[in-house]
Nanobody, 123 residues
Framework: QVQLVESGGGLMQAGDSLRLSCTASGRTFSNYAMAWFRQATGKEREFVAAINLSGSRTNYADYLNGRFTISRRNAANTVYLQMNSLKPEDTAVYYC????????????????WGQGTQVTVSS
């Protein structure tokens, strides 16, 4: 089992930047591809970004238009999501997720999830 704990959410203004963190425990972190998903009220959970084991390859949702960056620091068992130029439509609960080996953009391919952290962006 992998345990994931997100942190860094909060109440922001449009245009602000914010960095989310997700710290893993329980297994060898460097064996897990990591991803961020988000879920707005009344909507399905959607893919945001994913990163491979070493951090050398990433995927992003098209709607982000380059505003977010996923990264990881294996020595710290942590994956990050740097969010820039925040918009009110970025308001959601942000979840990190883990799966062995290969990164993926589909939420049903990730067996391990954190509890989520709320990001609220006001205009």
């Amino acid at each position: 089992q992998v345990q994931l704990v997100e942190s860094g959410g909060g109440l922001m203004q449009a245009g602000d930047s914010l960095r989310l963190s997700c710290t893993a425990s329980g297994r060898t972190f460097s064996n897990y591809a990591m991803a961020w998903f988000r879920q707005a009220t009344g909507k399905e959970r959607e893919f945001v970004a994913a990163i491979n084991l070493s951090g050398s390859r990433t995927n992003y949702a098209d709607y982000l238009n380059g505003r977010f960056t996923i990264s990881r620091r294996n020595a710290a068992n942590t994956v990050y999501l740097q969010m820039n130029s925040l918009k009110p439509e970025d308001t959601a609960v942000y979840y990190c997720a883990a799966r062995l080996w290969e990164r993926n953009t589909q939420r049903d391919q990730y067996p391990y999830w954190g509890q989520g952290t709320q990001v609220t962006v006001s205009s």
